[in-house]
């Protein structure tokens, strides 16, 4: 082929939260974490980062636009991602267009690559899990790299921990590893999203500002501080991970509630031990705990889970649609949209839950009763942005339809 051509890939990948945190490094370059952690993996269709790599000799630099600006790949994290990836580059050819690149051509040619989140970018909702993941990802396909999803884990770990997670759906274990090279450092799946499906999961964003400590500074500067973290690593998170992972196969809710709000809380006070102190959830956290904690007490049972990352959104995980709708009803009570804001902008995903709990429109919100587990029935208009329903989800997959490129066939830019 004599013209110059553009070959490219489109993938998604989803995003996780996490149930037994990871935060800390023993290894900031590699980012080889102080103990294993576990997540779900959240639907795609709510929250997912799309990114089309392609590669074309025309091509005269790395390029890469996030959201549409372009960004520098000259940070480290992005160039280990794309020297491992290289390195696993194999030969590809596309007869019918007559593209031929053979494994050491790789190292010679130049990639663009187009991201986009669905979601806030760097608010506590994990974008850099999702983003990470599926550049690694899309990569690896383009290049026909032919490591499966836990050899691309340890890549994207690279880009940022919390990344090698999203290369599996369902529930997935991120193992900590023991091997200086950080190679037994990746994610293997648990169970796929369908052994636990009716679990439903609400986002309440808090805020969806950029952050004061980022994730990387904070974990950082509680490693260097930290006696409680240490504690934790040694002793707390080992035995939880054993029990964490029981409670998912046995489909455990009790366990699973219990384990993952201390594991969250455990984190946080871990954050709060940290000198000087990281507060990363706000008044509206607390009260979303306080409501929770309430609830299950007065249910003698758990109806849902809630974890904080590193920011003050809460992600609450409801045991099923009944336990989800309750919990939405009892979330819309306290934390009412402001009056020029639409229920359909307030609450985002899977608005079947909203009719499950009866709520057709805001004159439903005002009506809603004070839940009767609470004696203050003080309601807080505005202190939350809006909700997410969502639900386990899947892996990264690939795009064919070249509608959803995010580049040009033609020229490689953003279209
Ligand atoms: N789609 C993407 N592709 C590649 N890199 C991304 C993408 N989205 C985000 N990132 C990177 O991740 C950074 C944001 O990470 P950061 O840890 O600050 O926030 P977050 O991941 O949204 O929140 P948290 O990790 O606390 O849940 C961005 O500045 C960018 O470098
Ligand atoms: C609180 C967390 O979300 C921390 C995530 O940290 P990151 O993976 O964002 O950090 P880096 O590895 O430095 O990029 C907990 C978790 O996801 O396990």
């Not at 091509?59 to 794309?82: A, H, P, T």
């Not at 050491?104 to 970018?121: C, G, M, Q, R």
């Not at 599996?168 to 636990?196: P, R, T, Y």
Request: aromatic share 8%; charged share 25%; glycine share 6%.
């Amino acid at each position: 082929m004599s013209e110059p051509w553009v070959k490219m890939v489109t993938a998604q990948t989803p995003t996780n939260i996490a149930v037994i945190k990871y935060w800390g490094k023993r290894d900031e370059t590699l980012i080889l974490p102080v103990n294993d952690s576990i997540s779900i993996t959240l639907d795609p269709a709510h929250l997912c980062t799309t990114t089309t790599v392609a590669v074309s000799p025309s091509f005269v630099q790395d390029r890469m636009w996030l959201n549409g600006k372009e960004i520098s790949l000259s940070g480290g994290r992005y160039q280990n991602c794309l020297r491992e990836i290289r390195a696993r580059a194999c030969d590809i050819e596309d007869k019918e267009r007559g593209i031929k690149i053979s494994k050491k051509d790789w190292e010679k040619l130049h990639v663009h690559i187009a991201s986009y989140n669905n979601f806030p970018t760097a608010a506590g909702l994990a974008s850099s899990a999702a983003g990470f993941a599926c550049l690694v990802f899309a990569l690896a396909k383009l290049m026909n790299a032919k490591e499966d999803n836990s050899e691309l884990s340890a890549i994207a770990r690279q880009g940022s921990g919390s990344a090698c997670r999203s290369l599996f759906g369902g529930f997935v274990k991120w193992n900590m590893g023991k091997v200086e090279d950080g190679s037994d450092s990746l994610a293997i799946q648990v169970v796929d999203e369908k052994h636990w499906h009716d679990l439903v999961i609400i986002i309440a964003v808090v805020s969806s500002r950029e952050k004061e400590t980022s994730s990387t500074t904070g974990m950082h500067e509680t490693v260097e501080t930290s006696l409680l973290l240490q504690h934790r690593a040694k002793e707390i998170v080992p035995k939880r991970i054993v029990q964490m992972e029981m409670s998912i196969k046995n489909r455990d809710f009790a366990s699973f509630a219990h384990l993952t709000c201390a594991d969250s809380n455990q984190f946080h006070a871990v954050c709060l031990d940290t000198c000087p102190p990281i507060f990363y959830m706000n008044d509206t956290s607390h009260r979303i705990i306080s409501c929770v904690e309430k609830w299950n007490r007065s249910e003698g049972t758990p109806q849902v889970a809630y974890t904080f990352d590193a920011g003050p959104n809460a992600v609450l995980i409801a045991h099923n649609r009944k336990a989800a709708a309750q919990l939405l009803q009892k979330l819309l009570f306290y934390f009412p949209p402001n009056s020029d804001t639409q229920l359909n902008s307030y609450v985002l995903g899977d608005k079947s839950i909203l009719k499950d709990a009866g709520i057709e429109d805001l004159k439903d919100v005002e009506a809603l009763p004070p839940p009767s587990e609470i004696k203050d029935a003080a309601r807080y208009k505005g202190d939350v942005s809006y909700f997410i329903c969502t639900r386990p989800g899947r892996g990264p997959v690939l795009l064919s339809d070249e509608s959803q490129a995010l580049l040009s066939p033609e020229t490689g830019l953003p279209k």
